[in-house]
């Protein structure tokens, strides 16, 4: 596919709102007709469509199938990377018993009719497998019925497979079912109450498929949002305030850019909704010219409350919290009354474990594109992970009503959590309201990017151990304090609430809930709301499980180590799989004896324990439950490395990673989000970190910023464990066991305890000298 264009005059492509329903009604479920905008792509489709192809069935708003029998598959979610069209496409496809060959996706827009849900926390397939597989056994279920009554046989007698159902010696395909008509349709009450395959019945799912848009993306015909491209549009590039929140513009000085050839314009934005507030905007007929503009151009602002705020300052003032025992919310963990074990306690284990401020850097820079389409409505073009949040938001910035604002959302090249905010799509609103409507592609530069991400926060986290006289453990705490990211999305009004009737970001404290038994255990989040305010601390791949996880499997290793057990067999001691922690189904089924299982086998795979791999040298494990209690993928973990005592550095010689998430839907898939997931961990444990300073990130570009590169990429072995329990995520948990388990190896490697991400040479040589 081109990229779109359109001008002010132009006729097709039709970008009006009552264009494109028109158009969509005329096309039924959008079979084989050139989209209205080539946005929400739609992926193995044929370009010229047949007379037939106008013959469709749709049982359901997820999918529809057309008089050649092509099966068109509706996806919500967002695609950056991950290939969750294929997934979810091949879930329903098997129910439905579809030849994948005749299968297409298309990704849809922002309708309220989808659902609205974004796109993050390892919850695509976990959430919409039900969904699919009803969807796909309403097909499957119609398309026998018209078999079965065609032919006067019983519906029993029949079956469905590779777009053909057969029975009694009879046998037709979907399209010619399709052709001849169809019109069953299903209530809700009908849908749950389907029959649905055994795993054994399944041919698609679990087995290697090539993925539907493979082609368009190593041919470069997949669009991103930096690829929208509307005639008559102009470019603008930010000048970013000296704090995230609070800034307000005093002046604007562009005298010396008016002679920049290409310049336009300088906007302040005056954002009501206080998303982007004190941001400028200035326009070039192309976007160099507007960037060489903007180094021209002097703003004068008043800064806002955080300008002098470090990343010292952060967590000094988490220390300060945590120190406050009435501070925070208590979770839920059962027995949460710690205090009669420690008092009884022959000995104890206190440890602080802090992390670094991370910055996201997608590889395609914020951007987005606005205008006031004919029909005079506000039409936006982004990659976005919450479509349906970014129109309301933009809504709300403009001061417009509901269905004023239309968003086409395009493929994401790097969201991991950053597209989940939208200050880039409000930005690029205000700024075509401020020209008249005109079409405006507003860019980030990375330096800017930078200071207008949501980064991860920076964190402080207090364990503590009570043990008896058997040297068993009695009792555990938990304190985190960080940055609350569910701030940049919602209020506290729409947070769950703790047994102490506080609310608490469960995006901020994941993974402290451990299935350990640790007898009482007690776990405090905290929000520090100076981190927030100071840069929006919002969603990063994996988000509080980056950090939890690795104080949490860190501290378990310490106990191991000061009771004198081998750290694999303490934390299998504590993995029992009993009350709280056996788990209940669908989704946590097995509790914590799958937990014991993935790191049993990793530990086998490793070949962990093994003296005879060199000087500094050793195998350090981990074990995690990514992303949340009620849908836990389980993660053992294992690494092996070297350290170096004169430098401090690292050589990470293999990875190995088990994993549990359930029926595993894409395997090729699934295991790309696991490597990808764990050389990001890898790259968080040893490298990636900035600072605040005064307050902004001090890194704002890759010269300074440096992730894991090529020739630090460990081997990775990935293992996924066979089950037929219900899927949960896997974009996520991958992360989550990495850094404990190289703090862990270092320790085996040298009695060297890192207690701080990202462990650097630095620390590692001044930890080797204590």
């Known amino acids: 596919m081109m990229p779109m264009k359109q001008g002010n005059n132009a006729s097709p492509p039709d970008f009006t709102r009552r264009g494109f329903l028109v158009a969509?009604?005329?096309?039924?479920?959008?079979?084989?007709?050139?989209?209205?905008?080539?946005?929400?792509?739609?992926?193995?489709?044929?370009?010229?469509?047949?007379?037939?192809?106008?013959?469709?069935?749709?049982?359901?708003?997820?999918?529809?199938?057309?008089?050649?029998?092509?099966?068109?598959?509706?996806?919500?979610?967002?695609?950056?990377?991950?290939?969750?069209?294929?997934?979810?496409?091949?879930?329903?496809?098997?129910?439905?018993?579809?030849?994948?060959?005749?299968?297409?996706i298309t990704y849809v827009d922002h309708e309220k009719k989808w659902g609205g849900a974004p796109t993050a926390g390892s919850r695509s397939v976990w959430s919409m497998w039900s969904v699919y597989r009803q969807a796909g056994a309403a097909g499957r279920v119609a398309l026998i019925e018209a078999a079965a009554q065609m032919w006067g046989i019983p519906a029993e007698d029949c079956s469905a497979e590779a777009d053909i159902v057969t029975g009694g010696g009879n046998s037709i395909t979907f399209a010619a079912l399709v052709t001849e008509g169809l019109s069953r349709s299903f209530t809700q009450?009908?849908?749950?109450?389907?029959?649905?395959?055994?795993?054994?019945?399944?041919?698609?799912i679990g087995q290697d498929v090539a993925a539907l848009d493979i082609a368009d993306k190593t041919t470069g015909r997949a669009l991103y949002g930096i690829d929208a491209e509307v005639d008559g549009m102009v470019y603008g590039v930010p000048l970013i305030p000296p704090t995230r929140q609070g800034s307000k513009v005093i002046s604007i000085d562009d005298s010396e850019a008016k002679g920049q050839k290409g310049y336009l314009r300088t906007i302040d934005l005056q954002d009501p909704s206080g998303i982007v507030p004190g941001m400028v905007v200035v326009v070039g007929e192309t976007l160099m010219a507007a960037k060489w503009a903007s180094e021209l151009i002097t703003v004068e602002w008043e800064a806002g409350e955080t300008a002098t705020v470090s990343e010292d300052d952060i967590q000094a003032l988490s220390r300060e919290l945590i120190a406050d025992e009435n501070a925070g919310t208590l979770l839920d963990t059962g027995n949460f009354n710690t205090a009669p074990a420690f008092e009884t306690a022959v000995d104890t284990l206190e440890a602080e474990y802090t992390t670094s401020t991370v910055l996201h850097f997608a590889l395609e820079p914020m951007n987005a594109t606005a205008f006031v389409n004919d029909g005079g409505q506000y039409e936006i073009h982004a990659g976005s992970q919450?479509?349906?949040?970014?129109?309301?938001?933009?809504?709300?910035?403009?001061?417009?009503?509901?269905?004023?604002?239309?968003?086409?959302?395009?493929?994401?090249?790097?969201?991991?959590?950053?597209?989940?905010?939208?200050?880039?799509?409000?930005?690029?609103?205000?700024?075509?309201?401020?020209?008249?409507?005109?079409?405006?592609?507003?860019?980030?530069?990375?330096?800017?990017?930078?200071?207008?991400?949501?980064?991860?926060?920076?964190?402080?986290?207090?364990?503590?151990?009570?043990?008896?006289?058997?040297?068993?453990?009695?009792?555990?705490?938990?304190?985190?304090?960080?940055?609350?990211?569910?701030?940049?999305?919602?209020?506290?009004?729409?947070?769950?609430?703790?047994?102490?009737?506080?609310?608490?970001?469960?995006?901020?404290?994941?993974?402290?809930?451990?299935?350990?038994?640790?007898?009482?255990?007690?776990?405090?989040?905290?929000?520090?709301?100076?981190?927030?305010?100071?840069?929006?601390?919002?969603?990063?791949?994996?988000?509080?499980?980056?950090?939890?996880?690795?104080?949490?499997?860190s501290f378990m290793d310490e106990a191991a180590h000061k009771l004198g057990?081998?750290?694999?067999?303490?934390?299998?001691?504590?993995?029992?799989?009993?009350?709280?922690?056996?788990?209940?189904?669908?989704?946590?089924?097995?509790?914590?004896?799958?937990?014991?299982?993935?790191?049993?086998?990793?530990?086998?795979?490793?070949?962990?324990?093994?003296?005879?791999?060199?000087?500094?040298?050793?195998?350090?494990?981990?074990?995690?439950?990514?992303?949340?209690?009620?849908?836990?993928?389980?993660?053992?973990?294992?690494?092996?490395?070297?350290?170096?005592?004169?430098?401090?550095?690292?050589?990470?010689?293999?990875?190995?990673?088990?994993?549990?998430?359930?029926?595993?839907?894409?395997?090729?898939?699934?295991?790309?989000?696991?490597?990808?997931?764990?050389l990001w961990g890898l790259s968080m444990a040893l490298y990636e970190g900035t600072k605040i300073v005064d307050g902004q990130v001090h890194d704002?570009?890759?010269?300074?910023?440096?992730?894991?590169?090529?020739?630090?990429?460990?081997?990775?072995?990935?293992?996924l464990m066979e089950s037929t329990h219900a899927p949960t995520g896997l974009g996520e948990p991958g992360v989550t066991g990495v850094a404990p388990a190289v703090a862990n190896a270092i320790f085996n490697a040298t009695g060297a305890r890192l207690r701080h991400l990202p462990m650097t040479p630095d620390a590692i040589l001044k930890a080797l000298q204590t």
């Open 386 to 553: 919450w479509p349906a949040l970014m129109t309301d938001w933009a809504q709300r910035a403009l001061g417009v009503g509901p269905d004023k604002v239309t968003m086409r959302t395009y493929m994401l090249g790097g969201g991991f959590g950053r597209r989940v905010f939208g200050d880039y799509v409000v930005a690029a609103a205000l700024t075509t309201k401020a020209l008249g409507g005109r079409p405006i592609k507003l860019v980030f530069f990375r330096e800017d990017d930078s200071l207008i991400d949501c980064p991860r926060s920076p964190s402080v986290q207090k364990l503590r151990l009570a043990i008896d006289d058997n040297q068993a453990i009695t009792a555990m705490e938990h304190s985190a304090a960080a940055g609350w990211p569910s701030y940049t999305v919602r209020t506290e009004a729409d947070m769950a609430k703790g047994v102490n009737g506080k609310p608490y970001d469960t995006a901020a404290i994941s993974g402290a809930d451990h299935w350990y038994e640790v007898g009482a255990h007690r776990v405090r989040a905290i929000a520090n709301h100076l981190a927030s305010q100071t840069v929006r601390t919002g969603f990063l791949r994996s988000i509080a499980p980056g950090w939890t996880n690795f104080a949490v499997e």
């Open 24 to 104: 969509m009604s005329a096309a039924g479920a959008a079979f084989g007709f050139p989209r209205v905008a080539q946005a929400a792509a739609r992926f193995a489709a044929s370009e010229e469509p047949s007379p037939l192809a106008r013959q469709v069935f749709e049982p359901s708003l997820w999918y529809a199938i057309d008089g050649e029998g092509r099966v068109n598959i509706n996806i919500t979610r967002a695609e950056m990377g991950q290939h969750i069209g294929t997934a979810l496409a091949r879930i329903l496809a098997d129910e439905l018993g579809a030849n994948w060959d005749d299968v297409q």
């Open 189 to 204: 009450d009908e849908l749950k109450a389907l029959p649905l395959k055994p795993h054994s019945d399944f041919r698609l």
């Open 565 to 678: 057990v081998d750290p694999l067999e303490f934390r299998l001691a504590h993995l029992r799989g009993e009350g709280r922690n056996a788990g209940e189904g669908p989704h946590s089924v097995g509790g914590a004896s799958r937990q014991a299982a993935v790191l049993r086998r990793v530990a086998e795979l490793s070949g962990y324990g093994r003296t005879d791999i060199g000087p500094d040298t050793a195998i350090g494990i981990a074990s995690t439950y990514g992303q949340e209690r009620e849908m836990p993928t389980w993660n053992g973990t294992a690494v092996q490395l070297r350290v170096d005592r004169e430098t401090g550095m690292v050589e990470v010689q293999k990875l190995w990673m088990v994993i549990d998430c359930g029926t595993v839907i894409d395997p090729d898939g699934a295991r790309a989000q696991c490597e990808g997931a764990a």
């Open 700 to 719: 704002r570009n890759l010269g300074s910023y440096a992730p894991l590169r090529m020739i630090d990429t460990p081997e990775i072995e990935i293992e």
